[in-house]
């Protein structure tokens, strides 16, 4: 991708089935981009670049400011309650950068960072580093602790309403940590855990692996489902509003039941694959672009409602703005 761009629902006349999207802006970033958008409440729009570029530009599409890392930054941005910006690079290091663009603090680890950080309530900051440790840091950047695993850790966390840490390693296990940094449990699959997870709510939270498993998980680290997909791509699962599953399997999206069974799936153009990630609409229609560049807008049964080629090959999932704008 070496633009980004803001799409929404035309009247044209549809095509396969689909109406076209149509574009209302784009903005050449002279670079490619696997980073997701993030959108913070004013609108403003923050991504990063394969230069290590943090971009933040206005709704409008014209732009705010620059900050510079010093490598490649695939983490997706977190924006925090003050309008901080919290995000990897793999320079080792983890940024958080005021509205302003001017830097708050930095943080360096032993390896990339890839994982996109969490942040809890109280301001807290974690992610996972390639140096196969997993951080917490006060919202000033100081260390809190930091929890060591076999593995290296691309996973991005998800904090449940307890405040427990959940994250994989590329050593073959899902963590649940506790907000103190101790093991709560651990969960080994067959294959590294390259997903990040999704939790339904207090219920269960799920996860795949690169062992061809989509998994379901008890919040007390038993096996409540596994589901055989053969996928083997870094696609996290998402949840409707029905507690329908959203997941990319190889070149196909997939839905699969609250109970583990596969509703549907839908083949990408010309065996591309889905990568990234799912993005569930509030009506419950679902958003995702397959590696070839495609952009769909799809309904709850799979059915084509919306397409854009990107002229591109996508790698960052997309982002929905306050307007239903949609940013990719």
Not at 18 to 36: K, M, Q, R
Not at 137 to 148: E, I, M, R, T, V
Not at 199 to 214: K, P
Not at 298 to 326: D, V
Request: proline fraction near 6%.
């Amino acid at each position: 991708i070496t633009s980004l761009t803001w799409l929404a629902l035309s009247p044209l006349p549809p095509a396969w089935g689909a109406n076209v999207l149509t574009n209302e802006w784009t903005v050449a970033i002279h670079d490619g981009s696997d980073s997701a958008p993030a959108v913070a409440p004013d609108g403003t729009i923050y991504f990063g670049t394969f230069a290590g570029r943090l971009w933040a530009l206005n709704p409008d599409g014209s732009r705010k400011w620059i900050f510079r890392a010093q490598n490649e930054i695939r983490s997706a941005p977190a924006v925090g309650p003050d309008g901080t910006v919290y995000f990897g690079s793999r320079d080792r290091k983890v940024y958080a950068v005021r509205a302003n663009g001017k830097k708050r603090w930095e943080f360096p680890t032993g390896g990339w960072v890839d994982s996109s950080p969490a942040l809890a309530n109280d301001g807290t900051v974690y992610f996972g580093s390639w140096d196969k440790n997993f951080y917490a840091l006060n919202a000033d950047g100081q260390k809190q602790w930091q929890f060591s695993t076999p593995g290296e850790i691309g996973s991005s966390p998800a904090i449940g309403t307890d405040g427990a840490i959940y994250f994989g390693s590329h050593d073959k296990k899902f963590y649940a940590l506790a907000p103190d940094g101790h093991k709560k449990w651990e969960f080994a699959t067959a294959g590294p855990i390259l997903s990040s997870p999704a939790l339904n709510r207090d219920q269960c939270l799920y996860f795949t692996s690169v062992d061809g498993c989509l998994y379901a998980l008890n919040l007390d680290g038993s096996l409540r489902w596994r589901l055989r997909t053969g996928g083997i791509t870094e696609s996290s699962p998402v949840i409707g509003p029905d507690g329908t599953i959203y997941v990319g399997v190889l070149d196909s999206l997939w839905a699969v039941s609250s109970d583990g069974k596969k509703k549907w799936m839908r083949v990408g153009e010309f065996n591309y694959l889905f990568d990234t990630s799912p993005v569930v609409l509030a009506g419950g229609s679902i958003c995702c672009v397959s590696s070839y560049g495609m952009l769909w807008y799809a309904n709850t049964e799979g059915g084509l409602q919306g397409m854009y080629y990107l002229y591109g090959y996508g790698g960052g999932s997309p982002a929905i703005g306050p307007t239903g704008a949609i940013y990719v």
